[in-house]
Nanobody, 121 residues
Framework: VQLQAFGGGLVQAGGSLRLSCAAS????????MGWFRQAPGKEREFVAA????????YFTDSVEGRFTISRDNAKNTVYLQMNSLKPEDTAVYYC???????????????WGQGTQVTVSS
């Protein structure tokens, strides 16, 4: 599966952004989907994940309650809605896919290119 993320940009603290990740292929609904981020000088970290059908979602503690993840299997797209953004959310955000949820959160099989999110204070 090929992934293309977009929707990043510059936003003030407290603002919102929605990232999208479009996937190619006819088996999108067979993949768990997720988002990761990498801030300057830091390792890439898990942000959020969603199960095949969208019934289960997972978030890292630092974004719980502020970010939501959703998917539209008819459009082969996964979304990350980011609200109440903080300067520490500044990073390059990557979407990822894997058939297995555990593998998705620890070492996805497929990565998209990153999209920059910058939150100004």
């Amino acid at each position: 599966v090929q992934l293309q993320a977009f929707g990043g940009g510059l936003v003030q603290a407290g603002g919102s952004l929605r990232l999208s990740c479009a996937a190619s292929g006819r088996t999108f609904s067979s993949y768990c989907m997720g988002w990761f981020r990498q801030a300057p000088g830091k390792e890439r970290e898990f942000v959020a994940a969603i199960s095949w059908g969208g019934g289960d979602t997972y978030f890292t503690d630092s974004v719980e309650g502020r970010f939501t993840i959703s998917r539209d299997n008819a459009k082969n797209t996964v979304y990350l809605q980011m609200n109440s953004l903080k300067p520490e959310d500044t990073a390059v955000y990557y979407c990822a896919a894997d058939p297995d949820m555990i593998d998705l959160t620890t070492g996805p099989g497929y990565w998209g290119q990153g999209t920059q999110v910058t939150v100004s204070s």
